[in-house]
T-cell receptor
Framework: DTGVSQNPRHKITKRGQNVTFRCDPI?????LYWYRQTLGQGPEFLTY????????KSRLLSDRFSAERPKGSFSTLEIQRTEQGDSAMYLC??????????FGSGTRLTVV | AQSVAQPEDQVNVAEGNPLTVKCTYS??????LFWYVQYPNRGLQFLLK??????LVKGSYGFEAEFNKSQTSFHLKKPSALVSDSALYFC?????????????FGAGTRLAVHP
């Protein structure tokens, strides 16, 4: 599989619980992005990695959110103490160049 | 502020007719421009991009887009719509400077193609 893989596809969690999502980018892509998409809106940038370094974080990424990319390969996005407002589709994208973004199918989070 | 506007929430077109999905942008410098399509419960699929060169860009599934610098627009077009084109379409821009290449997306336009 040469695409961007995201797991799980769907996650339902109770408010206050912690959740973690995983993204496996295309293997040769050194740049990795996380976006959040709420209903009726376009994706909004959350954070960016170049290799293992997290180089940019959006103001949308509150203290409850943390992302990692150990060894510059897969990435994880963790949300602590989830709130109903966190319900959204979380999209991962990777690229090697500035014009070749490939998106995964996303993880849909529902906080009940 | 850098932004992308898709002025139409929904576009309705009959199968076989031409379609246009509008996009305007506001960024500094010369941006890279993209169109993506999203089917229900799926991620974004790349359609086409404008980096430099010819203002008319051809992409996947018969779509094309025209870059107009003076009007800061990048409208998506297709000469003959198919029912299977019905989906959510997003215009995105990568600002020329700053932001580590992140994309700024419009709110999306839902295209409905009727038989």
């Amino acid at each position: 599989d040469t695409g961007v893989s995201q797991n799980p596809r769907h996650k339902i969690t109770k408010r206050g619980q912690n959740v973690t999502f995983r993204c496996d980018p295309i293997s040769e892509h050194n740049r990795l992005y996380w976006y959040r998409q709420t209903l009726g809106q376009g994706p909004e940038f959350l954070t960016y990695f170049q290799n293992e370094a997290q180089l940019e974080k959006s103001r949308l990424l509150s203290d409850r959110f943390s992302a990692e990319r150990p060894k510059g390969s897969f990435s994880t996005l963790e949300i602590q103490r989830t709130e109903q407002g966190d319900s959204a589709m979380y999209l991962c994208a990777s690229t090697l160049t500035v014009d070749g973004y490939t998106f995964g199918s996303g993880t849909r989070l529902t906080v009940v | 502020a850098q932004s992308v506007a898709q002025p139409e929430d929904q576009v309705n077109v009959a199968e076989g007719n031409p379609l246009t999905v509008k996009c305007t942008y506001s960024v500094s410098g010369n941006p890279y421009l993209f169109w993506y399509v999203q089917y229900p419960n799926r991620g974004l699929q790349f359609l086409l991009k404008y980096i430099t060169g010819d203002n008319l860009v051809k992409g996947s599934y018969g779509f094309e887009a025209e870059f107009n610098k003076s009007q800061t627009s990048f409208h998506l077009k297709k000469p003959s719509a198919l029912v299977s084109d019905s989906a959510l379409y997003f215009c995105a821009v990568r600002p020329f400077s700053g932001g580590y290449n992140k994309l700024i997306f419009g709110a999306g336009t839902r295209l409905a193609v009727h038989p």
